[in-house]
């Protein structure tokens, strides 16, 4: 069954970065779209990112534009976020998250997610 | 900017029907957007409940439905039970690439 685990998640001070991993199994990974999707503490989701089956295309959200890069490893059936100068309102649950087709598509899976905390 | 719109809150009675919608704050919801709905329990992850505007997810019972209705995305839940309470957020995918959540719908069964 698909399977999408999050790892790198933690404590980081503002300004700083982290790298989150998502590992994909149960699934074909090269033949989907990709999502990351975050959810602050109390509040919506809210989308963050996709990347296309192939890694040639990349879409964000207006308030990660410049900070936030989404990337993939086919050969390692693995997704990654990085997170640059990261702010106090990125706190979130990150989901990774899978697609129903190779480009844009509706999220069909969903991992367990994983805990950002930016705090001093 | 563009925001999906959707209600806050509703109330269902047990075995009732209800009916959450999702819309535009600037135009219509098309199938073009592959509107979707997901489930969330408070602090577990979100569950696909429906994709590509009317088709069912996996392992999700029929009283679960989707359709467009007018210019919105709409969710019917029809004979609600208690454990339908819980909150519920629809999505719609973008021909520009961008993906937007909606709000939320925080739904009670009483």
């Known amino acids: 069954q698909v399977q999408l685990v999050e790892s790198g998640g933690g404590v980081v001070q503002p300004g700083g970065s982290l790298r989150l991993s998502c590992a994909a199994s149960?699934?074909?990974?090269?033949?989907?779209?990709m999502h990351w999707v975050r959810q602050a503490p109390g509040k919506g989701l809210d989308w963050v990112a996709v990347?296309?089956?192939?890694?040639?295309?990349?879409y964000y959200t207006d308030s990660v534009k410049g900070r936030f890069t989404i990337s993939r490893d086919n050969a390692k059936n693995t997704l990654f976020l990085q997170m640059n100068s990261l702010r106090a309102e990125d706190t979130a649950v990150y989901y990774c998250?899978?697609?129903?087709?190779?480009?844009?598509?509706?999220?069909?899976?969903w991992g367990q997610g994983i805990l950002v905390t930016v705090s001093s | 900017q563009t925001v999906v719109t959707q209600e806050p809150s509703f109330s269902v009675s047990p075995g009732g029907t209800v009916t959450l919608t999702c819309g535009l704050s600037?135009?219509?919801?098309?199938?073009?957007?592959?509107p979707s709905w997901y489930q969330q329990i408070p602090g577990q992850a979100p569950r696909t409940l429906i994709y590509?505007?009317?088709t069912r997810s996996s392992g999700v019972p029929h009283r679960f439905s989707g359709s467009i209705l007018g210019n919105k995305a709409a969710l019917t839940i029809t004979g609600a039970q208690a454990d339908d309470e819980c909150d519920y957020y629809c999505?719609?995918?973008?021909?520009?690439?961008?993906?937007?959540f909606g709000g939320g719908t925080k739904l009670t069964v009483l």
């Open positions: 999505a719609l995918f973008m021909e520009s690439g961008i993906s937007m």
């Open positions: 990347i296309w089956y192939d890694g040639s295309n990349k």
């Open positions: 600037s135009g219509s919801v098309s199938t073009t957007y592959s």
């Open positions: 998250a899978r697609d129903y087709g190779l480009r844009r598509g509706p999220i069909i899976y």
């Open positions: 590509n505007t009317d």
């Open positions: 149960g699934f074909t990974f090269r033949s989907h779209a």
